[in-house]
């Protein structure tokens, strides 16, 4: 069976990628987000997931070429604008005020490379239509909902208490989550990770 590497540190892409009994071994890539996203701002929200996917992958690959390597990344787009993880769980109130009765789009991105070399990318795009949520919900949501306010760019985890924030979504469930899991089972039996 061919070797099968996930370049990320997300615990949901590990989760999903075990419960769907993929096997796989994790290496965190060494790159910096925060200079691709300022070196490469002429890119669409949709292009930067799939430049931060590569990136990811592409790092881990030169370090274990005999690897098939998964880099994976996910950007959030409001009102056209490009919006970063908050780094402070306090800036979540205004976040979600901004997104109150409005939709957002999600765009993930994944790239597959061996030897360094890319072999195969993916990219998706999600709508989540936020629900124009009272006061009252919106601070009951703020206390309850503790990591996943600074854990996605969006301060909720749509696999939890955050569904509670949409009235409806237009994408997959894995993509919207973080990771599309049916294109890349697709190409993981083409490429001998799992049976076909």
Request: aromatic content about 8%; overall charge negative; hydrophobic content about 45%.
């Amino acid at each position: 069976m061919t070797r099968f590497v996930l370049a990320s540190g997300s615990q949901i892409r590990r989760q999903v990628l075990e419960n769907a009994e993929i096997p796989f071994e994790i290496i965190k890539p060494d790159v910096d987000e925060a200079v691709i996203k300022a070196e490469r701002a002429d890119l669409t929200p949709a292009e930067m997931a799939l430049v931060l996917g590569e990136a990811k992958s592409e790092a881990v690959s030169r370090q274990h070429p005999d690897a098939l390597v998964l880099g994976a990344d996910q950007t959030m787009e409001l009102d056209g604008q490009l919006l970063d993880k908050l780094p402070d769980a306090g800036l979540a109130r205004d976040r979600l005020k901004a997104m109150r009765g409005k939709p957002h789009h999600l765009h993930s991105g994944l790239a597959l490379f061996r030897n360094g070399r890319k072999v195969w990318t993916w990219q998706q795009t999600s709508a989540l239509h936020v629900r124009d949520f009272s006061d009252e919900f919106l601070e009951s949501y703020l206390e309850k909902a503790g990591w996943a306010l600074t854990a996605s760019v969006g301060a909720y985890a749509y696999e939890g208490l955050g569904a509670q924030l949409f009235e409806r979504v237009e994408g997959d469930y894995y993509a919207i989550i973080g990771l599309p899991l049916l294109p890349l089972l697709a190409v993981l039996r083409e490429e001998g990770v799992l049976p076909s």
